[in-house]
């Protein structure tokens, strides 16, 4: 295969590769968000990490004995409640959320595709996206097929390997995802002073909310960019290696005790 994007692909590719018998393909299916993401990272970044995870992984797949994989276009229209009106953020309902992913897995299903990975970068997305999952268990999206859902800001813990401030949104973090997956973040200083967080209230539709500076970072104190950048690597490595993992053991896990 010249790709492993759905959307460089021809309708003649995809009919070949499933129809080669050798291994089984599904998809990946990157979810974001286009969300405020503090002075250092893009509106995109969520997503970009979302989708660079799931380009890694699907290229990981090319070599494995039993597992292909195509990675979809983006998800990247979700909830982010509480950032509604700061600048350049687009918040859609739970409910927007829940239908498109239902419809499209359920879209993309009618193709014999063997199984599904979501890629999800956003943490507000994490209740509709574990709802896809057991509609795929149960066959409620038109047929029984395995979703592994691979929640991104999961894996957070890796950063303390390298001594990243915690509070992850728009923080070390972040930057150091974005950095890797995205390979554009570069030091900067568009912010020239920093500001405390603000109180926020504590529960946005029962969800629990962490207060964020005007600036959109949950950390006391500015990122160090510096830092992020030079442990860039070797953290989206670690993480990329524990996402194939875990999608490899899920799936395998499935497959030997399913008639499919």
Not at 118 to 130: K, L, T
Not at 225 to 241: F, W
């Amino acid at each position: 295969m010249d790709s492993i994007r759905l959307d460089e692909l021809t309708a003649l590719d995809v009919e070949r590769l499933l129809s080669e018998g050798k291994k089984k393909y599904g998809i990946f299916l990157p979810v974001g968000c286009t969300e405020q993401h503090g002075p250092d990272l893009p509106i995109g970044c969520d997503t970009a990490i979302a989708r660079g995870a799931a380009n890694n992984a699907a290229r990981n797949f090319i070599e494995h004995q039993q597992y292909g994989a195509i990675v979809l276009p983006d998800l990247a229209y979700t909830p982010s409640p509480g950032a509604e009106a700061t600048m350049g953020t687009i918040s859609v309902s739970f409910d927007f959320l829940g239908k498109s992913l239902s419809e499209v897995l359920t879209a993309s299903l009618k193709t014999p595709w063997q199984f599904v990975a979501v890629f999800n970068g956003h943490a507000h997305n994490h209740g509709r996206v574990i709802e896809a999952s057991i509609a795929g268990a149960q066959g409620a999206l038109g047929r029984r097929i395995p979703i592994v859902i691979v929640n991104i800001y999961e894996l957070s813990y890796f950063g303390g390997d390298f001594d990243l401030c915690p509070g992850s949104h728009a923080g070390e973090l972040e930057i150091a995802l974005y950095n890797y997956y995205a390979k554009q973040c570069r030091e900067t200083s568009r912010l020239g002073g920093w500001t405390s967080p603000r109180s926020r209230p504590e529960k946005i539709y029962g969800l629990d909310i962490l207060p964020r500076s005007n600036y959109g970072v949950l950390s006391e104190k500015r990122p160090d960019m510096t830092k992020s950048l030079a442990v860039s690597h070797e953290l989206g490595r670690k993480i990329d290696e524990k996402v194939l993992d875990l999608i490899t053991s899920n799936l395998d896990t499935y497959f030997s005790n399913w008639i499919c």
